[in-house]
């Protein structure tokens, strides 16, 4: 198991990336990446820099409307988490510690096609599509409808998702969120009856707060097929840490 935890909530990408637009300055969410003089960790703004600011902030703005991805900087510990190959990670933060968000990225980095994500979250890429997740949260309406999908949707390319929005891809009947690539993540709670967890082979299971240790046992059962993983994204209150 790897554990990481955080202090804070990493600033805004957008706010970090275009707020002083000078030659030499830094893009490290690669906002700008069409104008780019240099790659990698090495790239300026180039003639971006010499745009005029409103037509450089139109040009982000457009970027990231596409693809939201595009400013998402993960701070130090967000890195670590995403980085871990483990087969059960854990992130321990406290509330606005980023690690809901972070729980988010990294699902959607494995579930979409290499195209739909930025060069910058590439490196964090374990899986192919179509990539079968399971979502488990304390409860199907608080955590989940008010928190998780939420983030999902903020996050979420919507032309990665089958039929280009939430509407057509969620379905609140087998509450499945499916992606045009074939990917699949599918949400219960650690309320529901442990029968239902069993079924399909799957790449991950997300729990986001700690679950029972009787919910766990048994999804762990779902991750042999694929070699997958587990994490969990939680404030330790039942002493699992």
Same mark, same amino acid.
């Given at each position: 198991?790897?554990?990481?935890?955080?202090?804070?909530?990493?600033?805004?990408?957008?706010?970090?990336?275009?707020?002083?637009?000078?030659?030499m300055?830094v893009?490290?969410?690669?906002?700008?990446c069409a104008?780019c003089?240099?790659?990698?960790s090495?790239y300026?703004?180039?003639?971006?820099?010499?745009?005029p600011?409103r @037509?450089?902030?139109?040009?982000?703005?457009?970027?990231?409307?596409?693809?939201? $991805?595009?400013?998402?900087?993960?701070?130090?510990?967000?890195?670590?988490?995403?980085? #871990?190959?483990?087969?059960?990670?854990?992130?321990?933060?406290?509330?606005? #510690?980023?690690?809901?968000?972070?729980?988010?990225?990294?699902? $959607?980095?494995?579930?979409? #096609?290499?195209?739909h994500?930025p @060069?910058?979250?590439?490196?964090?890429?374990?899986?192919?599509?179509?990539?079968?997740c399971?979502?488990?949260?304390p409860?199907l309406v608080?955590?989940q409808?008010?928190?998780?999908?939420?983030?999902?949707?903020?996050w979420?390319?919507?032309?990665?998702?089958?039929?280009?929005s939430?509407?057509?891809?969620? #379905? @609140?009947?087998?509450?499945?969120?499916?992606f045009?690539?074939g990917?699949?993540v599918?949400?219960?709670?650690?309320?529901?009856?442990l029968?239902? /967890?069993?079924g399909?082979a $799957?790449?991950?299971?997300?729990y @986001?707060?700690?679950?029972p240790e009787?919910?766990?046992?048994?999804?762990?059962?779902?991750?042999?097929d694929y070699g997958?993983y587990?994490? $969990?994204? /939680?404030?330790?209150?039942?002493?699992?840490?």
């Open positions: 198991m790897e554990v990481v935890g955080t202090p804070g909530l990493a600033g805004a990408a957008v706010r970090r990336a275009v707020g002083s637009v000078t030659p300055t893009c490290p969410a690669r906002l700008c104008h003089t240099t790659p990698a090495g300026t703004w180039g003639r971006m820099a010499k745009a600011l @037509d450089v902030l139109m040009t982000v703005g457009e970027r990231v409307k596409a693809c939201p $991805l595009e400013a998402f900087v993960p701070h130090e510990k967000q890195r670590e988490f995403l980085s #871990s190959h483990a087969r059960t990670k854990l992130f321990v933060g406290g509330n606005r #510690s980023g690690k809901t968000t972070c729980g988010v990225v990294e699902m $959607l980095i494995q579930a979409l #096609s290499r195209e994500l @060069d910058h979250l590439l490196p964090y890429k374990r899986f192919e599509p179509p990539f079968f399971r979502v488990m949260t409860d608080d955590t409808e008010h928190v998780i999908f939420p983030k999902i949707r903020e979420c390319p919507p032309g990665a998702l089958k039929g280009g939430w509407r057509s891809a969620y #379905s @609140d009947r087998k509450r499945t969120l499916e045009e690539n990917s699949r599918h949400f219960m709670s650690f309320e529901q009856a029968g239902k /967890m069993g399909s $799957l790449h991950c299971v997300w @986001d707060e700690e679950p009787e919910v766990r046992s048994e999804n762990r059962a779902r991750l042999w997958g587990e994490m $969990l994204t /939680m404030t330790p209150l039942q002493g699992l840490t």
